[in-house]
């Protein structure tokens, strides 16, 4: 196949993706719904697609805060937004840590493990904002 | 958007499968920017007055106010 030069082509292609992305997203959702509905959310959890749904869900929202960035206006130091992003975050993986704790069947140890997933899944993004953040400012 | 592409295809004695291959895109890409029905980009828009020799003020440059009544 020709690689394809023309800008306007290009963009019409792009177009094209979006809807392609569209129907396969309605058609995963459709698949899951139709799972749920018949076995439970349990057999939602253990089909491929449902790690591919949410893969794609992730990927989306990383690029997205390339656009979010770029959208704000606020000229506060990434620095500080980081610290106060950090210190949410703790505060929500502590209390989170602490009804787990607090909860039959659960000790400490489960309540550190959850709480410090929720910590890394919340810092790995903040993070990435950091960067871009920084990045937009030398820019 | 309004412009001369067509005037200054045409006075440099090209057809638009010439100025599509010089300018490396389709030729329903010159016709569309020629009807004024596609916005080129700044790079093919240089690509385009590179191959008929003008500038950028001769084919693209209109006034704000020509450009507002053109949109209307």
């Known amino acids: ?139 | 958007m309004i412009n001369s592409v067509k005037l200054a295809r045409l006075e440099a004695g090209m057809t638009q499968q010439e100025l599509a291959d010089k300018a490396e895109v389709t030729r329903q890409t010159i016709s569309l920017i020629e009807k004024g029905e596609y916005n080129p980009s700044l790079n093919l828009c240089l690509e385009i007055c590179y191959a008929v020799n003008k500038s950028l003020d001769d084919l693209f440059w209109i006034d704000k106010e020509r450009g507002k009544n053109e949109e209307n």
């Open chain 1, 1 to 139: 196949m020709k690689k394809i030069k023309d800008e306007r082509l290009k963009l019409q292609n792009l177009q094209n993706l979006r809807i392609v992305f569209m129907v396969q997203t309605l058609g995963i959702l459709a698949i899951l719904g139709y799972e749920f509905i018949r076995f439970g959310f349990d057999k939602v959890i253990s089909d491929p697609l449902w790690l591919v749904f949410l893969i794609t869900g992730i990927v989306n929202q990383y690029l997205n805060l390339t656009i979010s960035v770029d959208h704000e206006n606020s000229t506060k130091n990434p620095k500080n937004r980081l610290a106060v992003s950090l210190i949410i975050l703790g505060v929500i993986a502590v209390v989170i840590g602490y009804f787990i704790c607090n909860t039959n069947s659960y000790d400490i140890v489960d309540a550190l493990i959850s709480s410090g997933i929720i910590f890394i899944s919340g810092l790995i993004p903040s993070i990435y904002v950091y960067r871009l953040r920084v990045k937009r400012n030398d820019e």
